[in-house]
Structure formats: C-alpha cells, structure tokens
C-alpha cells in the first residue's frame, strides 16, 4: 500500500487518491456542481455587457473542480473499480447530464454568448479566441438555441425518441448475441483450436451445467473459432447466426429500429438547417463535408480494390488447393487467411516476446520522446497514487522545467476494465499569465511478471504501448491558453495521429535497436524478424482496406442523403455494398441490424475516421521517413504544429502547417503494399 504522506499533493497539486474513500464522492460532485452552478450565474448575473472575456472566456475556466473530480471518479470507475464505485456512477451520471443540459438550455447564458458571437469580426480575436467563440456558439446553436419554441419542442422529442431508439437498438443487438449458443458434444467438431479457445468453450459449458463445449457469438469464443476451426459446416452455422443478428423479423429485429433512427437523424438536421445528418456531424470534423467523405473513401477504393481483388483470388486458389474449396465463402475467409499466413510468414508472438521486456520498452519509448521532443522523464515516488502498480513520473524539458506528470499503471487487476487507453487527471492551460501543466496517464493490460519471468510483451502490446504514449505525449506536451482546446480535445477524425503516428517507430530498425534486445542475453532482435513483422503487418491489408471502406460507406448512404424513400434495409445496404463486395451475399444475414457502431455509439458519419486516421499518420510518417525518423527539424515541426497546438485550430490548417501540404492517401498505399514504393 502506498503510504500516505499529505504533503505530496501539493507538490504538483496531483490527485490525492490514497486519501480518497468511496463516500467522499457524492458529496464532492454535489459541492462541486453547486460551485459550477454559482460560476453560471455569476456570468448570467453580470449587469456589464457581455465581452469574450467576462462571458466565454469566464465559462470556459468554469467548473474546474467537477472536471478534475470528474475526471479522477470516472478514472478510477476504468481502472481501479468496484461494487460501491459503480453505484456512485449511475447516481452521479444523471447529476452530471442535468448539469450539462442546464447549461445548453440556460436561454440568458446563449443570449450573452451570440451577443459576442454576433459581434466577433469587430473583435480582434486571436485565433485559438475565434475558435473557442465558435465552439461555445455551437454548442448552443447545434442543441436548438436559435430555434423557435415550436422547434424546440419538436428537437427535445426527436432527441428523446432517438436515445430510446439507440437503447433497444442495443438491447436487441445484446439479446440476439446472448441468445444464440453452439453446443458440441463430440471433440472432433472442435479440431483445430488452440488449446486456450477449447478450455474456455469447456468452461463454458459447465458454467451453464453442460456436457462438453460451448461456442456463442461473443468475440472471445467467435473469432476464435472461425479462425481454426476445421468443421466448415460448423464455421457456417456460426457465421450466419452471426449476419443475422437482429435480423430474423423476431421481438428482437433492428430493421424498424434502423429506418426510424435514420429518419429522425435526418427530421433533427434539417430542423437546424442542415442538409443532412453526415452535413451536421462533419461540420465539427477534420473533413468537414460528405462530400469530402465519399471523395475519400472512393479514391481510397479505387486504389485499394485491385490488390484486394488479387488477395481475394490468391486465397481462393490456396483454399482450394488445400481442401478443394470452390468458392470462397464468408465462413471460410479468417480460417484460410489464417492458415495462409502461418505458411508465409511462420512467426510467433512467443519468438518476439523476449526481446519486449516490458522496462525496455518502456525505457525504448522514454527514449524516443526525449530523441525527437526534448523530454526527460524521471521516475519518482513523492507522488500520490491509487494502486501499488501505478508508476509515476516527473516530465521535464531540457532546461528542467515541469512539462507534465505521467503516470503509467500497466497490469491488469479485477476492477480494471480491458483494453488501454489514455487519460488526463489534470488539463494543461494558461491562466493568469501562468502556464499549468497537465496530469496524464496511461493504463493498459500487459502481462504481469511472474516470480521466474519478468513481463515480455507480444508485439501487438508494443504498438498498444506507442500507440498510447502517443497519445499521451498530445496531453504532454499540450501548450494552449484554454482547457477546452487542450490536448486531445480535438476532432475525432484527428486525435488518432499522435497515438498512430508514434507506433511506425515500433518497425524501423533504428528504433528498436534502442530497446528490442533479449532480456537474458541482451543481444539485439535480428534483422530478419523485423522484416517479418512489418511484413505480417500488411499481409491482406488490401482486403481489410476494403473491408473499412465498405462499411465507411455504409455508414454515410445512411446518413448522407435523405432516408425518407427508404424500405428495406437489406436491398439498400446492398446497394451500399456494391462496389467494395468479395464474397457472395447471404440472404439472411445483414450488417446494419447490428452495427453497433453507428446506430447505438457515437460513429454515425464516423467510421471513416479510421481509415482517415491510417492515411494522416502514414503521410506524417513519410515526412519524417525522408528526413530521417529522429529528425530534429521534422519533429519540431510535429511538436510545435500538431502535438501542442490541441484544438485552437482547424486540424487541416495545423496539419498543412507541419506538412506543407494536404495528406495524401498515397503514403498509406505505399506503406500496406497496396501500390509501388
Ligand atoms: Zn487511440
């Protein structure tokens, strides 16, 4: 346990997590939304006329106790949770949504704020000042604010039916997933599966007092199966339960549920003057228009289609040389590509682990930062923190001033949700004159060290590790005068660059040869497993390309036009699907019934952004591949455009300004083999 010492907050004013008990947190939140309550009406109340300073410049430093409380409460609900936190969480969500409403629908509040935007050109405002204007205005205006009250009304219960819709859309997508199971009493139908994917089917089975095995449509038990599993007819059955999740026309069908969500997204648009639902989601995104949107993902398709054509055929000729299949279906595709790539490329995770000790690379990563940005991290233990793994550290520039705290808690434990990720305890601003730094932290689930063995990771836990530190180093070195356009407070089609960008180090050999050494002998990861890692790492990638494109502009025909004339789901998504189709359609199955992504999560219009992401941080890294990858000059321009630079301007205006010109897909292509180098 970490042993408390009340003076070590203070240094760096961090979070005092070892004094913090479970029932502190209600009252703080009650405290701290009274406190930002009072900040509102304070501006509200001022008999002075409204001015960028004493209204948005005022609400943007407002509520900076319940972001800091927000932010530790809902840190520790990822990553150090338990019965009693989760419980505060549903009590203290609602709290939190009302507090946020209060303030979009505070009529004086929007008065104050358009009566500086409608003034803004007489102003003087330097541009990250415009960008915050146009920002708050926004969240105003794109919640009704200038509506009249008849509209109002209407949007309310557009948005109240849209959130009913989006959660039995998800029920339902739940339900199916749950109530589909394949039971297999004879061991031979499970041929072909690692030993862990069949222990798990088996524990499953008892856990639900069965004989034998059990395989469900939960990804875990799923992919596994799909992926080595022998029995093609198995593999078939699985695959078409799968596609007709929600699609059955049972209690559980999505299809009225999509056609509905659809066309109140549309009524919702149009009511704030959009031309569509895609109009008014890209309006705040890097790409600005639809039309930029289906530019990019045909141009990306075009490029993309024949190699995954020829992919497409190759795996056909092996499938069918292997077993005689004839025609490739949708059941067969990840169990070929499986056994096609074990035949090309035959590397383990288990060769490459013991040149990933978990402190080189961590030491590795350290090292790069300080390479390219000037950055020096020293571990230290004056700082607070909520569990005896957390590592924390001091991050300073050369000269030994604070840049950032960094904490780093990289071990799985049971109150800790899966996956990694990037989290801020502190933003960065400038106030008074005086520049605050932040408090940033990655979390991740890498595997423990044992009392015999230190903690090795795969090679896809290296690249998880860059690719959060990338995002961390965006919060770092964050350098902007107002917190809301700190950091990775930026559009989502741009926040992945710094996290995407840093993992390229991962496959250049002048990278790893700073920390990829054998953790008994110390000797260097040899030359030609690197070459087999980068080239695993594009094997099918023209299919895979196709694959995100398909749904990219799946996404978009739902949301881009207008849905009125819309039926059937089925014969409209294959219409989507036309141009990006390798296998043959099955007519029972369908893709929108249960994307998730776009009809419950927040991807509508989005999914784009992965492949976006792809192309921006190729085309970034191609800079730095011509100029050298610990190039001074190149990140610089990185650090001093994109990575301090948050959100005060509009991301293509960042972006030229460190690129000199517009990404190009073509950085992308080359880099997944898709078109000579
Ligand atoms: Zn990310």
Known sequence: MTILNTSFDTLYQTAPFSRIENDHYLPAFLQAIKEAKAEIDEITNNPETPTFE???????????????????????????????????????????????????????????????????????????????????????????????????????????????????????????????????????????????????????????????????????????????????????????????KAFKGNEHDNQDNVLQITKLRHERANLLGYKTHAHFVLEERMAKTPETVQHFLNELLEKAKPAAEKEFKDLEAFAKDLDGIDALQKWDGSYYAEKLKQKLFSLDDEQLKPYFKLENVIDGVFTIAERLYDLKFEEIDTIDKYHEDVLT??????????????????????????????????????????????????????????????????????????????????GILANTTYPSLSGTSVSWDFVELPSQVLENWCYEKEALELFATHYETGEPIPMDLIEKIKASATFHEGMQTLRQISLGLLDMSWHSENPSAITSVKTHENKAFENTKLYPDVAGNCMSTAFSHVFQGGYSSGYYSYKWAEVLDADAFEYFLEKGIFNKDVAKKFKDHILSQGGIEDPMTLYKRFRGKEPQPEALLRRAGLIEK
């Open 393 to 474: 550290y001091k991050v300073t520039d050369l000269k030994g001033n604070l840049v950032s705290v960094f904490y780093a808690d990289f071990f799985p434990r049971p109150g800790k949700r899966n996956g990694a990720w990037m989290t801020v305890y502190k933003p960065q601003y400038i106030k008074n004159g005086k520049n605050s730094r932040p408090h940033i932290s990655n979390v991740c689930n890498f595997t423990k060290p044992t009392k015999s063995k230190p903690s090795l990771l795969t090679f896809n836990e290296v690249t998880t590790l860059f690719h959060e530190f990338g995002h961390a180093l965006h």
């Open 54 to 244: 004493n209204t948005i410049e005022v609400l943007d430093f407002s509520g900076e106790q319940l972001d800091r409380i927000s932010s530790i409460f809902f840190n520790m609900n990822s990553a150090e949770t338990n019965d009693t936190i989760q419980k505060i969480a549903q009590e203290v969500s609602p709290l939190l949504s009302e507090f946020s409403n209060d303030i979009t629908l505070n009529e004086t509040l929007f008065k104050r704020v358009k009566a500086v935007y409608d003034i803004k050109d007489t102003l003087d405002l330097n541009s990250e000042q415009n960008t915050l204007l146009d920002k708050k205005y926004k969240g105003f205006s794109r919640n009704g604010a200038n509506l009249s009250e008849y509209k109002k009304t209407r949007l309310r219960e557009i948005d109240k039916a849209s959130s009913q819709l989006k959660l039995k859309f998800g029920e339902n997508v739940l339900a199916e997933t749950n109530a589909f199971e394949m039971h297999l009493t004879n061991e031979e139908d499970l041929a072909g599966l690692p030993e862990g994917a069949k222990e798990a089917a088996q524990q499953l089975a008892e856990s639900k007092q069965k004989e034998g095995w059990l395989i469900t449509l939960d990804y875990p038990s799923y992919i596994p199966f799909m992926t080595y599993a022998n029995n093609r007819e198995l593999r078939k059955k699985l695959a078409i339960a799968a596609g007709a």
